[in-house]
């Protein structure tokens, strides 16, 4: 999922209102339809709880070895070898490392499931015996490569339901897509797929899954109708001065320092200039300039992300952005600064009625642990299979201790690391196996429409 946030040594403090998401919303208990999920979830539950020790392998597997985007080579071989091992027809390198895999069985409808490759160029430091100490080039630079987001956990569970699967073919018919995505953090896998004939070279599909790590209790299922996750645009500029010896700030024009000032005087933007219950924000996450202490350089780069829900706020952002960077500069008698504002993704736009139908088998199967949430932060470019036509479902697994949960929203409790923390660590039991059997439940659920 992108955030594209800057990292932190410390965990990622979360709001006492975002904590638990299952009790500070409260967790919504209605009577299931016991009919929903009845014909399958014995079946599911038995191929979980047999598959689950190659699942969890192949899960820390994954997380000690992560890729960044574009370049998952080995983890999208791995996964296109246990689809061919299932009987999927497979083709590799759609949207350049992407996977896809077609089990046909039958007549009935094309359900689309869909994970990601990609791994985030950052330290971890969650201490896990399986921790990744993977580097790599990014940005001109070595990096340390981590899978601080959870999609080593969404791989794992998405072949687990390609298993679950394969072995109830008896009790379904129609056909499956199931598709390994690159790219996800930087909001380019999706489109790149697309862009190479994804539905038109494998078939469009009727409805298109798609699940992610949160950090709430495992066993939470979450989910919304219409826009669940926020619309995301990148942030670049690069201020122009005069550099000169540090001793002699009078002799240049001090770029740095005009930086700094944008980097506090923009977050007016936020506070000032949008609706104050629309949400919107703007983080700066990479300030570069500089070689050495005692010199002022001549620029400085920074990279940011803005986020919304709504166009208009959306839309005002980015005006409030380049006249507040373009002022600040002119203040200092500087050159215009370069500003570029790329569009990244829009919201993910969960499909009504599939949410309604897949909501009555997971409440079934798992009772009070669904329920409905408003929409998240971080973007996801699995909005673009949605805008592509396809209806889709886009859900939330929580993979914390529901001791952790409840002692974090104390007074004084231990923070709990949010997705893209250097201390975000999944529970793999039973985080793993609730995403497996709610994925299975979902397709199994709209195979069966």
């Known amino acids: 999922m992108n955030h594209r946030t800057g990292t932190s040594a410390r965990p990622f403090r979360l709001q006492r209102s975002f904590l638990g998401l ?34 969890e392998g192949l899960y820390k597997a994954l997380h000690a070895a992560p890729e960044l985007a574009f370049q998952e080579t080995q983890t999208a071989r791995r996964l296109a070898a246990e689809l061919r091992a ?10 350049k490392t992407g996977v896809v895999g077609l089990l046909r069985n039958g007549s009935g409808p094309t359900i689309m499931v869909r994970t990601e490759l990609d791994a985030l160029p950052m330290e971890e430091k969650t201490g896990l015996p399986y921790a990744s100490q993977v580097k790599t080039t990014y940005l001109g630079k070595e990096t340390l490569v981590a899978h601080s987001c959870g999609h080593d956990l969404h791989m794992a569970s998405w072949v687990g339901t390609a298993k679950t699967l394969v072995a109830l073919k008896a009790q379904w018919k129609g056909t499956l897509m199931f598709v390994a995505q690159p790219a996800e953090e930087v909001l380019g896998g999706a489109k790149a797929m697309l862009d190479d004939g994804l539905f038109k070279r494998f078939g ?155 909501e009555v088998a997971l409440k079934a199967a798992f009772g009070a642990s669904v329920s409905r949430m408003p929409p998240i932060t971080p973007s996801e470019d699995f909005a673009e299979y949605g805008k592509a036509g396809v209806p889709a479902m886009f859900f939330l697994v929580g993979v914390y201790d529901p001791k952790d949960v409840e002692a974090s929203r104390q007074p004084g409790g231990k923070p709990l690391p949010i997705n893209h923390s250097p201390f975000f660590a999944p529970v793999p039991e039973p985080s793993l196996k609730t995403a497996v059997k709610a994925m299975s439940l979902a397709v199994l659920t709209a195979l069966g429409r």
């Open 22 to 55: 299952g009790l500070a919303l409260g967790w919504v208990s209605v009577a299931a339809s016991v009919s929903a999920a009845g014909p399958y979830e014995a079946g599911v539950d038995a191929e979980v709880s047999r598959n689950h020790a190659s699942v």
């Open 86 to 95: 299932l009987g999927f027809e497979v083709t590799e390198g759609v949207g």
């Open 204 to 358: 469009k599909p009727d409805f298109a899954f798609a699940l992610h790590t949160w950090p709430m209790a495992y066993g939470r299922i979450g989910f919304g109708t219409g826009a669940v996750t926020s619309n995301s645009d990148s942030f670049e500029a690069l201020f122009h001065g005069r550099g000169a010896h540090g001793s002699a700030p009078d002799k240049s024009i001090d770029p740095v320092l005009i930086a700094s000032r944008f980097v506090v005087d923009v977050q007016g933007v936020v506070s000032r200039e949008k609706d104050p219950f629309a949400f919107g924000v703007f983080s700066v996450g990479s300030i570069q300039g500089g070689t050495s202490g005692n010199i002022i350089p001549d620029n400085v780069a920074l990279r940011g992300t803005i986020r919304s829900y709504d166009p208009t706020v959306r839309s005002r952002m980015h005006d409030g952005i380049r006249r507040t960077a373009a002022a600040t500069a002119a203040m200092a008698g500087a050159p215009a600064p370069e500003i570029k504002i790329t569009a990244g993704g829009d919201a993910v736009i969960n499909d009504a009625a599939l949410v309604e139908r897949t």
